[in-house]
């Protein structure tokens, strides 16, 4: 079974380049699109098949992911589509990338695969030094431990216990557990269980588990008929375009939002006092929202004065799609974050911190898998090919000509697209309204072009590391075309 994978990949001329750099060569040209309408007649069928055991109100196409190549995703209709979404900005270097091929060629790391671990209890003997050269060695500066999760809501969800355990052992000092603290935690009540709060801003997304979906308030279809905990939420600034034009308005949101959030923490402090804040470098599925790094240079003061922690959420702006591999880089902030939650771009999910939130007893942050050995080990490759292929320049050099593309279309549809933000290849641009957006979206699929839509107006922008200033161009000039449709 093995050699016959093997053969497959040969034939496809990949697993041969396995050690090679990466060549665009291996891609198509450009995007074809075979079917009058997306999805086309066997994605249509593939979905009443999924219907009868799942619900499918989601899906947009069946890939053919044997098919699919560097920054093209094919579907079973044989459609070829540039695609600048990324699986929801989750693929680093595109699809069937020939260094990650190798991975599972070495038989110790095919092992470590099929023998997936409960890495709390029995970690493998590799387990310490994968996290030593891979994980920590992404690690953002200041940050010397790290607790490997699954996804991007499970981390964001353990990272807030893990706030809340640091809030508490600070009010406890060296005092032991009470038995009061024991028993009264069993029946949901203080002491034990306390009446804390994390504090998050409007237009948010930080998952769909029950206590991140407390701080997600970007769609209420997210969190419709589902209990939410009352804590406090915060404006986010709502900045006007061009940023070097509209300097004073913006400076006043900051404030603004700022002093709301000051005020905030003192409201909640009687009733729900608020253990951290958690904020995304740019607001992703609320609308690509930017603020500026004197904001965040400010949340932390805040945050610091109050002795609460700030909890940066970079599960889609972390892994190097902003230039910079983590978002909150281009802040300087005085000093790190106390918590960096990542996943989709990174493969696994997890959080970043230092040894105040580490809980003094066993099993208070765990769960059966606790991360993945298998993802380490693709994650490891793919920082390999981002350092030596110097993937984070690519990523300025062609994000510099699809914003400056994205610009020039503003300028010559204002009537339709205004508000081209963002860094590296991570943009947005606002359309006039939903239908329009949602339009544009789906006349882009049918001209090969795969993107996604944000917030209420915005079509955002996530290609994969490898996306050249040609892909770029290939972009501008299929959305001008659709444009010019309108």
Known sequence: ????????????????????????????????????????????????????????????????????????????????????????????????????????????????????????????????EKLHSVLLNIAPKGLNKITTMMCGSCSNENAYKSIFIWYQNKLRGNTPLTEQEKNSCMINIPPGAPNLSILSFKGAFHGRTLGALS?????????????????????????????????????KEDEKCLSEVQDLIQQYASKSPVAGIVVEPIQSEGGDNEASPEFFRSLQAICKKNGIALLIDEVQTGGGSTGKFWAHEHFELES?????????????????????????????????????????????????????????????????????????????????????????????????????????????????????????ISIRFRPALIFKEYHANIVLDRFRKVLQAI
Request: a positive charge; glycine letters at 8%; aromatic letters at 10%.
């Open 336 to 456: 790190p974050p106390d918590v960096v939650t990542f996943s989709k771009k990174l493969q696994l999910g997890g959080y970043f911190h230092n040894d105040d939130f580490i809980p003094n007893e066993p099993y208070r942050i765990f769960n059966t898998w606790m991360g993945d050995p298998g993802k380490v080990l693709l994650l490891e490759e793919v920082v390999k090919v981002i350092q030596e292929e110097k993937l984070l320049a690519n990523v300025d050099v062609a994000g510099k000509v699809l914003k400056n593309g994205l610009l020039s279309l503003e300028k010559e549809f204002p009537h339709i697209l205004n508000s081209t933000r963002g860094r590296g290849t991570f943009l947005a641009v606002n359309c006039t309204n939903t239908k329009v957006r949602d339009q544009i979206i789906g006349a882009l699929k049918l001209h090969g072009i795969q993107t996604g839509g944000c917030g209420e």
């Open 1 to 128: 079974m093995r050699s016959l994978w093997l053969n497959t990949l040969t034939k496809q001329g990949l697993y041969r380049l396995s050690t090679k750099r990466y060549s665009t060569s291996i891609e198509p040209k450009e995007p074809v699109v075979k079917t009058k309408s997306i999805p086309g007649p066997k994605s249509i069928e593939l979905k009443k098949q999924l219907d009868s055991v799942q619900a499918t109100g989601t899906i947009q196409f069946f890939a053919d992911y044997e098919k699919s190549i560097g920054n093209y995703i094919y579907d079973v209709d044989g459609n070829i589509l540039l695609d600048v979404y990324t699986q929801i900005s989750s693929v680093p270097l595109g699809y069937n990338h020939p260094r990650l091929y190798k991975v599972f060629n070495n038989e110790q790391n095919l092992k470590t695969l099929i023998n997936r671990p409960a890495l709390g209890v029995f970690p493998g003997k590799e387990w310490p």
């Open 215 to 251: 701080t997600t308030h970007s769609k209420y279809i997210h969190k419709l008929d589902v209990p939410s905990f009352d804590w406090p939420i915060a404006s986010f600034p709502e900045y006007r375009y061009p940023l070097d034009e509209n300097v004073a308005h913006n400076k």
